[in-house]
């Protein structure tokens, strides 16, 4: 267990140094003027004044010494970006929002994956199941932001459901447990946007597994027992079929992070994906690569976490 | 494991219940609207410290927060804001072959001043006598003859000396400017540090027997110099010491500009009393109110030009030659050349010395930058990173205090979700998209306010192809395309013809540009271009001359809707006579980098926000042509040249008008630009909710509904109270 978690952590930090070298890359070469600051068509701007702010950030130097100061800054908490701002104080403003948002949206695509997926095993070919896979690849096949405006569109003219921000306009002045619910009630909209592509696939994966373990030996002989049907479907046959959601939670991880940043800004929640976005309108270099660094932690750890977990889903595994 | 079926009913009702309490919860919780304002935008700030911010997400604090000198009243005219009045004075050196010439000038100068004191005081009279002054130190056989002139400015004076000036011609002066690359260095390893480059090119210029008159460095990184002599002697010294010409070598950039003499002007600005900087809190320190003065405007000038902060406003402050505090309530700037918009630039908020005097621009952005302190009518409060950004009323506000407790501005950066937020109340104003006009006016939640917008749209022409460079084609272009089809389907009607260079808010637009429009007449568009040569159809029916199709790329930036639907108008319009057009799409700063400014595009659709000033050179002079310079059409016209020189020193509102009417009319009639559309823009206002109370000179105050003037319809804001708060200078005043 230890020498693997040695391993991976190894593995996991070469990983880390090519996700920043690649991304750095892409931005740093990506055309456009980092420095401009939206002033390229300006007739107030001044080359010398941009020349003076390229010279300051460093943007003369070559690449690799700029990822190198770059990266420096980053591990010694000295990162600023164009603006002189420290990227970190923004990193952590808006962290615990993205944080949450995620959290809420993985119960949300196990509590309604899941029973979708059990659903459409048990009641296989009728006509649970045939609509939960309509849905399932109707979801799949619509994309995000379109779903978000439609949701918008329908959540505000029909039924009042916030779709701005993470608390009402003018409710900063009331009690905390009143302002922890309304904050969850903002987070309905974003969160079940972001999970909706992970229901739909969740629940195919469950259904899937579970068709496979429901015809082994051991559930017939469990129904031979005389055990209830919902005795056998949850307490026998689903605990195999759960290895392969395990496996599922590190992609969710990675697509929830990317997805957050469509999200987060149609629907203007003040977390990074919000932030990564409005940065890359303004190709404010330093704030990208720190959020595109943690956002790779994030989903390494994840996954990390996930084959762990394998193991205490499944005895059979061993992490060596 | 059956917790996990128990959990699996369990969850969606929990759910359920969650969601009906908060709907019910909320519902009720719904803040009623207090006696305060918010609007909405779609960008954030990084920043709202008024040198260091461009946006206009960022002005929207920064105009509440700070006040600047001069500002614009509802006519655009410039009024005083922190100075009450201000003296306009030029101080002219001019230089001579012979003493003389000298003596000439100065007696007909002489003579012409004591007119001016002896003439009615509608022209302010010279307080001080032109003198003859000692033949510089340095400059061997020049003479030099100094004017200080009061209450005029430019080259006004020289037209009157006209006769005797051109009897006895002065020597020409040359501006010098040279910034070197950064990290550059000389060929014996030297780097390219301003003290170095100064040394060096001293030495260069007086071995090309030139004199230095004047000397500055700029940002740290441009060092400027005012020489009389040999103009080409002097480049050709420079060139071999910093090899300009070649790409790999290039160590810096050289650029000569003549100066129209050694004219500067100065202005005195008379400051308010009384004003106090506004109390608060940043960067764990609490500050007191205390008093503006002059100091406070000669450390916002000394930022300014700081390279420590390299500020994106700089431009306007570099031709400052120097400021000074006379007394605490009088401040004398002087500028190195004439340049008549220069006072348009002390709109600028003010910065408060005593709090930023000694600080450096990391404890700015950490601090300052994110809670600024000004002397504006509101005080900054909160930012919410993400949120919103909350500011109150500054009691002490010079003006008198403004009637609402509180603005907010909430960051929404979705335009679907900003337009429901104002249809749901969210907000309290926003403009309105052009195809959802129709939908705003029927809603009897909002009233709208429609006024034509300060920006046009146009199709630019390389004139570096040869395609272009034929004005009979160009005009013959702007003909066959229907700019009305273009107001109508794609504006919904909201907009009208473009008139050129200047917004008709301003006196400098010419008021007789309607009658000289070009309109939509395809058969007349056939004839030029045949005239032109385009005679011969090809098997598709396009036009051909000498084997050549005429086919073109038309460009533009992918994010832009209306741009977009321009370009498709224009193309089916020119297929009408026989031209070929290839629509081409980019990513806005792919487009601005490696075919705007690399000037590597046939023709494109952009659009202009046009500001209070007159000044064109960047955009149709002719020197501006290089790539990455804004004449990327490369237009070029002697007389334009000579109307935008002249005007950038001409300070008379008649002299300003005769020469930009001009300007107007060539550039229109050479067509660089097909002039398409001015849009109208629409806002919205939650209905019957506000109104205006405002000081009106006098101490005396008015009550009025929002209105659009020519400085747009939020020109009071400060002063907007909701009418279910009416103020109490206003209750008062209807007893």
Known sequence: MITYLVRRLAISIILLAIVSLLSFAIIRFAPGSKTAGGEEMSPKKLAAAEEARRAKYHLNDPWYSQYFLVMKDLFSNKLVDYNDRPVHEQIVDRLPWTMLLNAVSLVLVFGMGIPLGVAGARFRGGWRDTSSAVGAFFLLSLPGFFVSYMLCILLVKYIYVPILGVGTFGMQFS??????????WHLFAPALVLALPG??????????????????????????KGLSESVVYYKHALRNSLRPMVTFFGFLLAGMIAGSVIVETIFSYPGMGRLAYEALSKRNLPVLVAINFYSAVLVVMGNLLADMLYSVVDPRVRLE | MLWLKRFIFVFPVLLGLFFAAAFTFVKQQVAPHENVLTMGSIGEPENVNPIRATTTSASDVT?????????????????????????????????????????AVLAAAEALMRGRAAAPPTTAPATQPARLMVPHKASRDAKVVTFDFEGSAGTEYQDAL??????????KVYLLAISPRPSAKFSDGVELKPAAVEERARTAIAKADAVIVEHYVVLDSMVQWVFHGERDAVEKALTALFLPDDPDNGLADLSFEEFPGQDRPSYVFHLRRGVMWQGGQVGGKVYEPKEFTAEDVKFTWDMLVSSEIASPRASDYVTVESATALDPYAIRITYKKPYSLAVN?????????????GKGP???????????????????????SGEWIRMVRNQAYYEGPPNLDAIYIRYIPDQLNIQLTLETGGIDFYSIEPQAVGRAIKDKRLDLVQFQSRSYNYIGWNMKRPLFQDVRVRRALAQAINIDDIIQ????????????????????????????????????????????????????????KDGQRFEFDLITNNANEIRKDICVVVQSDLKKVGVKVNLKQYEWSVFIQRYIDAQNFDACVLGWQMSNDFDMYQLFHSSQTHPGELNFCSYKNKEADLLIDRLRTTYSEDGIKRLAWRLQEIVYEDQPYVFLDVPEATVGIQRNTFRVYRPHGNGKWVDEPIRETKAGFDLYLPYWYRVKYPPAGLAEGRK
């Open chain 2, 345 to 357: 630039s002390w709109s600028m908020g003010i910065l408060p010395r005593h709090i930023l005097d």
């Open chain 2, 362 to 384: 990391e404890w700015w952005a950490d601090n300052y930058d994110r809670h600024p302190i000004g002397t504006g009518p509101f005080k900054f409060d909160q930012w919410k």
């Open chain 1, 199 to 224: 229901v739909a696939v969740q629940s195919r994966y469950v259904r899937a597994s579970l068709i496979e373990s429901l015809s082994e030996d051991y559930i017939r002989t469990a129904r031979a």
């Open chain 2, 63 to 103: 105009n509440l927060v700070f006040n600047g000198l001069i500002k614009f009243d509802e006519n655009m005219n410039m009024v005083g804001d922190l100075a009450t009045s201000w003296d306009l004075s030029q101080n002219s050196r001019l230089f001579f072959n012979t003493e003389d010439d000298a003596k």
């Open chain 2, 489 to 544: 389907y794609i504006l919904y009607g909201y907009g009208v013809q473009s008139t050129g260079i200047y917004a008709p808010q301003f006196y400098f637009c010419n008021p007789h540009m309607k009658d000289r429009l070009l309109k939509y007449d395809p058969e007349k568009a056939k004839a030029l271009l045949a005239e032109a040569g385009w005679k011969a159809h090809d098997a598709e029916g396009y036009l051909v």
């Open chain 1, 175 to 184: 009690s905390w447990w009143q302002q922890a619910l309304d904050t969850g």
């Open chain 2, 162 to 171: 006209a006769d005797v000036l051109a009897k006895h011609p002065p020597r």
